[in-house]
C-alpha cells in the first residue's frame, strides 16, 4: 500500500529562518510524483512544489525547495528566508495513480 | 490564471437529504478528481473521472456517492442521502492529460459540507 508520512505534526520558526518539514513515504513504483501543498485558514489547497521521481535534480522555487532522496523515500520540504505568510499546514502527497496525501504538519511562523 | 472553481463555499443541509456539489475544472483539463477533508484530519481521495466514466475510486466512495459530467464545463459529485460523518471540506482538483509537469493537480478553493 502506497502511503505517506509525515512526522512532524508541528513545527516553528522564527522569521527570516529557515525551516525543513520532514516527509516520506511507501511505494514500489519507480515512476511517481511528489508534492507539497500548502492550506491557509481558508483552507484551500495551494502548490507548493512538485518533483517528479525520475528527475534527480532537487526541485526549486524560489524560497522552497526540496529534498528528494529516492531510494530513501524521503521528500522534505525545506523554505528559506520565512515570512508570516508561510503559516499554514503543509501536506506532502505521492501520486502514482490517486493522490496520497500525509497527516500534515501545522507551521507556525514567529515574529 | 486560469484556475478551478467550486459552487457552493458551503452547504448545510439535513442528515438523509441529496446534495450536489458543483466544480469547474480548468477548460483544458481532462482528468477530474474529488477529495475530501473532514475537519482535522488529511486530505483523502474519493474518486478520479476520465473521458466521461469514473477511472479509479476509493472505498469511502460507495453507492451513496456519484459524480458526473452534465455538460461541457460542470463536475459534480452528488451525495444520495447524507450521513452526519459526511460533514467535511471537498476538494475538486482537475490535471491535463499529458504526463510530466502537466501532471500537477489543481485544487478548488473547496466546499464545505455541514450535515445537521
Not at chain 1, 24 to 40: A, I, M, N, V
Not at chain 2, 17 to 37: A, D, G, K, M, T
Not at chain 2, 42 to 47: A, G, R, T, Y
Amino acid at each position: 500500500a502506497q502511503t505517506v508520512t509525515q512526522s512532524q505534526p508541528e513545527m516553528s520558526v522564527q522569521e527570516a529562518e529557515t525551516v525543513t518539514l520532514s516527509c516520506t513515504y511507501d511505494t514500489s513504483e519507480s515512476d511517481y510524483y511528489l508534492f507539497w501543498y500548502k492550506q491557509p485558514p481558508s483552507r484551500q489547497m495551494i502548490l507548493v512544489i512538485r518533483q517528479e521521481a525520475y528527475k534527480q535534480q532537487n526541485a526549486t522555487e524560489n524560497r522552497f525547495s526540496v529534498n528528494f532522496q529516492k531510494a530513501a523515500k524521503s521528500f522534505s520540504l525545506k523554505i528559506s528566508d520565512s515570512q508570516l505568510g508561510d503559516a499554514a499546514m503543509y501536506f506532502c502527497a505521492y501520486r502514482y495513480n490517486d493522490m496520497r496525501f500525509g497527516a500534515g504538519t501545522r507551521l507556525t511562523v514567529k515574529p | 490564471e486560469p484556475e478551478v472553481t467550486q459552487t457552493p463555499s458551503h452547504q448545510v443541509t439535513q442528515m438523509g437529504q441529496e446534495v450536489i456539489l458543483r466544480c469547474v475544472p480548468i477548460s483544458n483539463h481532462l482528468y477530474f478528481y474529488w477529495y475530501r477533508q473532514i475537519l482535522g484530519q488529511k486530505v483523502e481521495f474519493l474518486v478520479s473521472f476520465y473521458n466521461n466514466e469514473i477511472s479509479e475510486k476509493s472505498e469511502i466512495f460507495d453507492d451513496q456517492f456519484s459524480v458526473e459530467r452534465p455538460d461541457g464545463s460542470n463536475f459534480t459529485l452528488k451525495i444520495r442521502s447524507t450521513k452526519l460523518e459526511d460533514s467535511a471540506m471537498y476538494f475538486c482538483a482537475s490535471r491535463e492529460l499529458a504526463r510530466g509537469v502537466a501532471d500537477t493537480q489543481y485544487f478548488g478553493p473547496g466546499t464545505r459540507l455541514t450535515v445537521l
